[in-house]
């Protein structure tokens, strides 16, 4: 197990997708709040520089497609660990043409491509939690039984749990890893209620890191040659509170990014972007 989790965080490749100017009107959504796509376009093409630029990853851009207004929230579309990559069922039906042009991105990169083809399954990679030792998986309105039980069966060398995801649109809503054996969590209530599950099912203690603000605990963690630990977050602008919180984390790289238009339908960093370690790039 020591060897499956030495690598964890390490990535080479970035999947990310441009946003659709139908994403305003039409994408999926709990807030009744306007988004400038402008403004959402400059904050995604920021995360993108991020990613290739400052941390150095291959980042596959896949452009924007208005019939899928939410099609920029790629995280949903696939589940990628090692050298195999899910291609998932959606929660929502209006989102399940968004994995044709994931698939192909993935077959492109040479990974194992396994299709979740099951009509009773359905499952979001929003819903998602790879600690580098198990899979936690959100039991949502996009996620189901059958949908873990069809990722279990792709990722046989984990463990995989499941979690009830009552108040929230994704697991990852309101937790994420921020670095081995660390669990980011929200304070809420249903938050902290999830995390004891999620401690109750493992074998493993994890360490947690509570922030005040549910969608704030959605980071992304990677741990890159000559960089080190390093940490993508909410700003000081969006959330003062938690941004405090991350402050105080030691000997991380830490990178603030905006995600200011996006939260409004419900995305969150994370949900941004696909991850992965193609082993023979390092």
């Not at 807030?31 to 290739?52: N, P, T």
């Not at 077959?107 to 990679?125: F, I, Q, R, S």
């Not at 809503?173 to 660390?182: D, H, R, T, V």
Request: hydrophobic content about 40%; glycine content about 8%.
């Amino acid at each position: 197990m020591a060897a499956l989790m030495a690598g964890f965080g390490l990535y080479t490749h970035a999947i990310v997708r441009g946003i659709p100017a139908s994403l305003a009107k039409e994408a999926l959504r709990t807030s009744e709040a306007e988004v400038d796509v402008d403004k959402a376009r400059g904050e995604h093409d920021a995360y993108v520089e991020v990613l290739k630029t400052r941390l150095g990853l291959d980042v596959v851009e896949l452009p924007a497609d208005e019939s899928f207004p939410d099609c920029v929230f790629v995280e949903d579309a696939a589940v990628v660990c090692g050298d195999t990559a899910l291609i998932t069922r959606p929660g929502a039906e209006s989102r399940r043409g968004e994995t044709e042009a994931m698939k192909r991105a993935l077959k492109a990169l040479n990974l194992n491509v396994v299709e979740m083809t099951d009509e009773n399954a359905t499952l979001d990679g929003g819903d998602v939690l790879f600690t580098g030792r198990e899979f936690f998986v959100g039991l949502s309105s996009r996620t189901n039984q059958r949908g873990a039980e069809i990722l279990a069966d792709a990722f046989k060398d984990y463990a995989v749990s499941t979690v009830p995801v009552l108040a929230s649109l994704h697991l990852k809503s309101f937790c994420s890893m921020g670095g081995p054996g660390l669990i980011v969590i929200g304070s809420s209530e249903p938050a902290q209620k999830a995390l004891k599950i999620m401690q109750q099912m493992s074998d493993h203690c994890y360490d947690k890191l509570t922030v005040p603000d549910d969608i704030a605990a959605n980071c992304i963690y990677m741990n890159l040659p000559n960089k080190g630990h390093v940490l993508l977050h909410c700003t000081a602008e969006e959330f003062p509170e938690s941004f405090k919180v991350f402050e105080k984390l030691k000997d991380y790289t830490l990178i603030p990014v905006s995600n200011m238009e996006k939260v409004k339908v419900d995305g969150a960093l994370t949900c941004c972007s696909i991850l992965i370690n193609k082993k023979g790039s390092i």
